[in-house]
């Protein structure tokens, strides 16, 4: 017997994404300009690239996620600026 594909489960409609505001935009832009005095050489280009992915994808994600960690993670490490 062949096996057959049914297609993807049909699923609930999800309530659709929501997109980066500006203080969301301006947190990871600062992340993305930090990231590599924090991580010098390549694994600070990767997680600057990473970054940059996460900005230009444009929505916002879980503050479990990755992406959401690793801005947290750089701004916690700044500086205070008076």
């Known amino acids: 017997m ?25 947190q990871i832009r600062t992340a993305i300009q930090y990231v ?23 929505y916002r994600i879980a503050q479990s996620a990755l992406p959401a960690q690793l801005v947290a993670e750089v701004l916690a490490q700044l500086p205070e600026q008076r």
Do not use: M, N, W
């Open 36 to 58: 590599t005095r924090l991580y010098p050489g390549a694994a600070g280009k990767i997680l600057a690239q990473f970054l940059c992915d996460y900005h230009e994808f444009g």
């Open 2 to 26: 062949i096996p057959t594909y049914a297609g993807p489960p049909s699923a609930p409609a999800a309530v659709p994404p929501a997109k980066l505001d500006h203080a969301d935009s301006a």
